[in-house]
């Protein structure tokens, strides 16, 4: 009987196999290293998901100052994406979520002198503008239980520089034609990057990375507030000082 699988076929299947197995070996490889270095009384760690430096950027915030790399440089900030018209629930705890996340971290802000950022970028410039994303802002303050939010910079500019980024960060941003959506759709991610420019992250209970933060489950943002303050900021003053 003659296969019906041809060469082409068997390139797709690996093409598509190869991504998922390479992050598997990754993730094993370095939940491996993790469990070692516990039993053997070594500091924790994070995983370097990315260990290249953010790509170049410059984009501009509700209060129309430039943010770049140097804006950023030397501290731990926490990224996200998205858009003032999103009405899904999902945007509301994500929103909510990082106001909790400052109000926990803030105390590190006080001792450190702002060692930790917040950077929110919108999946659509066109409607929000500064003006637009000020607006947004205060509301936010309005519900922030008293946080301090002075580091969370809600960002604007070219939107395909803004969809570049978002790549890079490993998070979804993208325009539609489903009006229902909003016209947009974006990840609901928090990603971790240190004050080396590099993406990290925690564990699973499996001993796998996550990689990314859902920033619409509260478990998810008490593990990212604790792999901050419990690792990552002591990783840092070991290292300064």
């Known amino acids: 009987m003659k296969s019906n699988i041809n060469k082409k076929q068997i390139q797709l299947f690996l093409f598509l196999l190869s991504p998922p197995l390479i992050w598997w070996l990754f993730a094993s490889f370095v939940?491996?290293?993790?469990?070692?270095?516990?039993?053997?009384?070594?500091?924790?760690?994070?995983?370097?998901?990315?260990?290249?430096?953010?790509?170049?950027?410059?984009?501009?915030?509700?209060?129309?100052?430039?943010?770049?790399?140097?804006?950023?440089?030397?501290?731990?900030?926490?990224?996200?994406?998205?858009?003032?018209?999103?009405?899904?629930?999902?945007?509301?705890?994500?929103?909510?979520?990082?106001?909790?996340?400052?109000?926990?971290?803030?105390?590190?802000?006080?001792?450190?002198?702002?060692?930790?950022?917040?950077?929110?970028?919108?999946?659509?410039?066109?409607?929000?503008?500064?003006?637009?994303?000020?607006?947004?802002?205060?509301?936010?303050?309005?519900?922030?239980?008293?946080?301090?939010?002075s580091n969370w910079h809600f960002l604007t500019g070219d939107q395909k520089k803004i969809y570049e980024i978002a790549d890079s960060y490993l998070c979804v941003a993208q325009e539609i034609d489903n009006k229902q959506d909003g016209g947009y759709i974006h990840s609901d991610f928090f990603v971790l990057v240190d004050d080396k420019g590099r993406i990290r992250s925690g564990f699973d209970s499996q001993g796998n990375p996550r990689a990314v933060y859902d920033g619409s489950s509260g478990a998810s943002i008490k593990a990212l507030e604790k792999d901050i303050s419990k690792i990552l900021i002591p990783e840092i003053n070991r290292n300064k000082y």
Request: aromatic residues 8%; hydrophobic residues 35%; charged residues 25%.
């Open 31 to 149: 939940g491996g290293k993790v469990k070692e270095n516990q039993s053997q009384g070594i500091h924790p760690t994070l995983a370097v998901i990315s260990d290249a430096p953010a790509p170049l950027f410059s984009f501009i915030n509700q209060d129309k100052k430039t943010i770049t790399n140097e804006t950023v440089k030397g501290k731990i900030y926490i990224v996200n994406f998205m858009f003032t018209n999103c009405q899904t629930a999902s945007c509301s705890r994500m929103n909510l979520h990082m106001i909790k996340l400052q109000k926990k971290l803030e105390k590190y802000n006080k001792k450190y002198g702002d060692i930790i950022m917040f950077l929110s970028h919108t999946v659509d410039p066109k409607h929000d503008t500064p003006k637009v994303l000020k607006k947004y802002k205060q509301k936010a303050e309005k519900v922030s239980l008293g946080a301090d939010l």
